[in-house]
């Protein structure tokens, strides 16, 4: 079993539509939370952090996490077709800084 | 507010040559991330530095691999003997020192893509 687990996708989308995003995590240890984007060629960009169980609202993405369930989501509201991206959930099991591990990625396309 | 930054930005190397990939973290940053990226395969764990100290290298690889954050100047990933299963993009990341209230969050740098010929 994959320490986080991701559906690959594609996972396509009207514009203007909302995206859904599932990550699994195995570690019940795990503290913190994260969803990075990655263009094409590009470095991970950090859109999103979760800490405590509940949703988390910046702009137009909203962060899920239920630990119970082991279980975070990423909702991506009004899609573009800028959004085209891979999205990476990560986490982290220390509440310190420590090492990230990631999901596979999944791969969004926003169409026009 | 410069990010992190990382160079070179591609590399090219024949098999058995050194590779060193620098990496300087944001500034404030005293946290330092290896990450290695392999075509069509998610970002994995190398290694873990603060300024002098390797805290984790649990991810790196047994031979031919090591890193260094040195009290002044930027951070080493050292490649030995370059094999072409090194090829990939190695991504370093920064974050703040312990104790803000965004507590993990890693900033990447653009990258350094490695080809071995």
């Known amino acids: 079993q994959k320490e986080v687990e991701q559906n690959s996708g594609p996972l396509s989308v009207p514009e203007g539509a909302i995206a859904s995003l599932n990550c699994t995590y195995s570690d019940r240890v795990s503290q913190s939370f994260f969803w990075y984007r990655q263009y094409s060629g590009k470095s991970p960009e950090l859109i999103m952090s979760i800490y405590s169980n509940g949703d988390k609202e910046d702009g137009r993405f909203t962060a899920q996490l239920n630990k119970a369930s082991q279980y975070v989501s990423l909702l991506i509201r009004d899609s573009q077709p800028s959004d085209s991206a891979t999205y990476l959930c990560?986490?982290?099991?220390?509440?310190?800084?420590?090492?990230?591990?990631f999901g596979q990625g999944t791969t969004l396309q926003v169409k026009p | 507010n410069a990010g992190v930054m990382q160079n070179p930005r591609h590399l090219v190397r024949r098999r058995g040559q050194e590779a060193r990939l620098r990496c300087s973290p944001m500034?404030?940053?005293?946290?330092v991330y290896w990450y290695r990226q392999l075509p069509e395969e998610g970002l994995k764990f190398m290694v873990y530095l603060q300024k002098e100290n390797i805290i984790d290298e649990s991810g790196m690889p047994k031979e031919r691999f090591s890193a260094e954050f040195p009290k002044e100047g930027p951070s080493i990933l050292r490649i030995q003997q370059v094999v072409r299963g090194d090829s990939a993009a190695y991504f370093c990341a920064s974050s703040p020192p312990k104790g803000g209230l965004k507590v993990g969050e890693q900033f990447f740098g653009p990258g350094t893509r490695l080809t071995v010929l």
């Open positions: 500034k404030g940053h005293s946290h």
């Open positions: 990560a986490v982290t099991r220390s509440s310190n800084t420590g090492k990230l591990i």
